[in-house]
Every structure is written in structure tokens, then in C-alpha cells.
Nanobody, 119 residues
Framework: QVQLVESGGGLVQAGGSLRLSCAAS????????MGWFRQAPGKEREFVAAISWSDGSTYYADSVKGRFTISRDNAKKVVYLQMDSLKPEDTAVYYC????????????WGQGTQVTVSS
């Protein structure tokens, strides 16, 4: 079982930066692929970024590529999402998620943190 707690959301002006953190419980954090998703009002939840457990490969949605950076600290059991050059369309609730190495989908989800980008 893994519990995920996000933090770091808030209100920022367009062009600004925020860093989200996701703290995980559990002994095998290093064996989980970690991802960030977001859901804007009236829209479906969408993939933002992921970092694999095996070799640290990273993956990004086209909409955030070059602006967001995902990273992880296995010793601290934390995954980060550095968000730069924020745009109003980045406004959403951001969720952290964990996927077992054998799973096709994400098995555990955090409660989400609000990010609001003003124009």
C-alpha cells in the first residue's frame, strides 16, 4: 500500500514558477513509476509527466514539454514537478500517482493540489 500527499500548489502569475512535491509512504517507493496528472474544471484528467522506476526515464505531455521537469528522490521518497513559464491554461488540480512495475495503469493516487495561474 502506498499513500501519496501532494504539496506546493498555489496562485502564481503567468510566466512564473511553482514546484510541486509528492511525498510517498511505503517501503518500495523506488520500484514505482511515478506520474503527475491534472484536471481542469469541466475537463477530464490528463497526463502531465512520468518518471520510470527502472532507469529514471522521463515522459511529458506535449503541452508541458520544455517547461515542466519531473524528478524523484528515492531516498526521501519524494517526486517533484518543477513548473516554469506557467500559463493560465496550466490551471488545474494536480495529482500525483504511483504505478507498480507490473501494472498497466496507476495504482495509487494523491488527493491533489490546486494550481492557479493568473493572466
Amino acid at each position: 500500500q502506498v499513500q501519496l500527499v501532494e504539496s506546493g500548489g498555489g496562485l502564481v502569475q503567468a510566466g512564473g514558477s511553482l514546484r510541486l512535491s509528492c511525498a510517498a509512504s511505503g517501503r518500495t517507493f523506488s520500484r514505482y513509476t511515478m506520474g503527475w496528472f491534472r484536471q481542469a474544471p469541466g475537463k477530464e484528467r490528463e497526463f502531465v509527466a512520468a518518471i520510470s522506476w527502472s532507469d529514471g526515464s522521463t515522459y511529458y505531455a506535449d503541452s508541458v514539454k520544455g517547461r515542466f521537469t519531473i524528478s524523484r528522490d528515492n531516498a526521501k521518497k519524494v517526486v517533484y514537478l518543477q513548473m516554469d513559464s506557467l500559463k493560465p491554461e496550466d490551471t488545474a488540480v494536480y495529482y500525483c500517482a504511483a504505478r507498480n512495475s507490473w501494472s498497466a495503469g496507476y495504482d495509487y493516487w494523491g488527493q491533489g493540489t490546486q494550481v492557479t495561474v493568473s493572466s
